[in-house]
């Protein structure tokens, strides 16, 4: 089946080896996402607000690839302080609370930059594969 390859832009892509999300068929899958706009984390400090800019950056990875939020069927997310997961929480079911994937949350150590409080992986299934996204 071809691949489709989604970038974020980011330098880190080519150097590490990496992208933002990739597409083969009717299968979709987004890369560890962090909240960062032009270089800057955004939300220092507020996992909340790290939450919805990281969901905003997946759901548009995933339009790229010719899918929509509805179409994830599994989440994962990373969290640097377990006691934020209500507010983590809260800021995934703003996009998932009628679609519900499956969901991890885990404590880890610590993600790139000390500031980035959330990453999170998206896995997406189509109904079928299409030729159509090829852009």
Not at 65 to 84: K, L, M, Q
Not at 103 to 128: F, N, Q, R, W, Y
């Amino acid at each position: 089946m071809p691949r489709k390859n989604i970038s974020s832009g980011a330098e880190w892509e080519d150097i590490v080896g990496y992208s933002r999300a990739v597409r083969i068929g009717n299968t979709i899958e987004v890369a560890g996402t962090t909240a960062v706009e032009n270089g800057e984390v955004v939300g220092k400090g507020d996992p909340h607000t790290q939450t919805i800019k990281v969901l905003e950056i997946i759901r548009a990875a995933l339009e790229e690839a010719g899918a929509e939020i509805s179409d994830v069927i599994r989440t994962r997310i990373f969290v640097t302080d377990i006691t934020h997961w209500e507010a983590v929480g809260r800021a995934h079911g703003t996009f998932f609370k009628d679609i519900k994937p499956a969901a991890t949350m885990v404590e880890v150590s610590g993600l790139i930059d000390p500031d980035m409080l959330v990453e999170i992986e998206a896995t997406a299934l189509l109904d079928k594969p299409s030729t159509m996204y090829w852009r």
